[in-house]
């Protein structure tokens, strides 16, 4: 089965960059017709979709953190990364990497994503 592991700094200052990220296990990010999205809670809060890579590599944003934030990948090592510039206190959460199955379907729809990663928190603090 396909595991994902978040990783990153628990604790960003703001003005900075958040950067995570996700390792993938038992299977690859290339992988035809799978998509790899972040997804975060804020405390208290719902589910927040950021963006996500698709197999072939284009990116997708959510339209109020698209000037923000910027995902990559790095298929050599089955990872991909979230970079969310310019952070302030709003942006604490759980952050999470999770994958969309090949089915149609919105990306805020979370019964699509078949596999998430635990959750990491980080806090923007000083």
């Known amino acids: 089965q396909v595991q994902l592991q978040e990783s990153g700094p628990g604790l960003v200052k703001p003005s900075q960059t958040l950067s995570l990220t996700c390792i993938v296990s038992?299977?690859?990010?290339?992988?035809?017709?799978?998509?790899w999205s972040w997804i975060r809670q804020p405390p208290g809060k719902g589910l927040e979709w950021i963006g996500n890579?698709?197999?072939?590599?284009?990116?997708y944003y959510s339209p109020p953190l698209k000037s923000r934030t910027s995902i990559s990948r790095d298929t050599s090592k089955n990872q991909f990364t979230l970079q969310l510039s310019s952070v302030t206190p709003e942006d604490t959460a759980v952050y999470y990497c999770?994958?969309?199955?090949?089915?149609?379907?919105?990306?805020?729809?979370?019964?699509?994503?078949?596999?998430w990663g635990q959750g990491t928190q980080v806090t923007v603090s000083s």
């Open positions: 999770a994958r969309t199955g090949p089915e149609p379907g919105s990306n805020y729809y979370w019964a699509l994503y078949d596999y």
């Open positions: 038992g299977g690859s990010i290339t992988t035809n017709y799978y998509y």
């Open positions: 890579i698709a197999y072939s590599g284009s990116t």
